[in-house]
């Protein structure tokens, strides 16, 4: 490592010390995209499935890129590099998309019902979620404890429209996560 590398890393490591990193907490803009997204593509399954496939082929993709482009932006505007939080992202979020597409395989192989396949996602994101806001964004627990509660109540009472009820309870506690991450950066903001 030259000098110059080692005096960067050095910064970087007190910079990430002394300041808060303000992705730590996530970024609002995220958790509505995100809320939006999934609420709409989860309902489709429930009223237009043919689009489902190209609909998650297309925000998957281009969220999660758009997600890793406005997270390292927002990392530059800081002045914070913290590479290996980022590596703590990417290694979360592409857990998930695995887990994801590992729930699609019962259903591909008819050994679910579609009810409980929508109702699995649910599973797996309240999962993903609580975890993430254990180890990564805070706002994120409480997401994840809500849709774990809503994945207990699909699965007891089994009510139609299953997909849909899960896309609204996710995207809701997203728009409650950016919300309150929001209220939370402007209180920093104010008291600054």
């Not at 300041?19 to 509505?32: C, H, M, Q, S």
């Not at 609909?55 to 890129?65: K, T």
């Not at 979360?92 to 409980?116: D, K, Q, Y």
Request: charged share 10%; with cysteine; hydrophobic share 50%.
């Amino acid at each position: 490592m030259t000098d110059v590398n080692k005096l960067q890393s050095d910064l970087d490591y007190i910079s990430n010390t002394l300041r808060e990193d303000a992705t730590a907490g996530g970024i609002p803009a995220l958790y509505f995209m995100w809320g939006g997204l999934i609420a709409a593509g989860f309902s489709l399954p429930d009223f237009a499935p043919q689009l489902a496939g190209i609909y998650w082929l297309v925000a998957g993709i281009g969220g999660g890129l758009f997600s890793w482009w406005l997270g390292e932006r927002q990392s530059r505007r800081q002045g914070v590099k913290n590479a290996r939080m980022a590596q703590r992202y990417g290694l979360h979020w592409g857990l998930m998309g695995a887990a994801f597409l590992l729930c699609f395989l019962p259903l591909l192989l008819g050994r679910v019902s579609p009810e409980m396949g929508g109702a699995n996602f649910l599973l797996v994101t309240g999962i993903g979620y609580g975890l993430a806001g254990v180890h990564l964004e805070r706002p994120l627990l409480w997401c994840g404890l809500l849709m774990l509660t809503a994945y207990g109540v699909l699965v007891l009472l089994m009510p139609p429209y299953t997909w849909t009820i899960t896309g609204i309870t996710v995207g809701l506690s997203l728009l409650w996560a950016g919300l309150s991450r929001r209220a939370a950066l402007r209180a920093a903001g104010d008291a600054a």
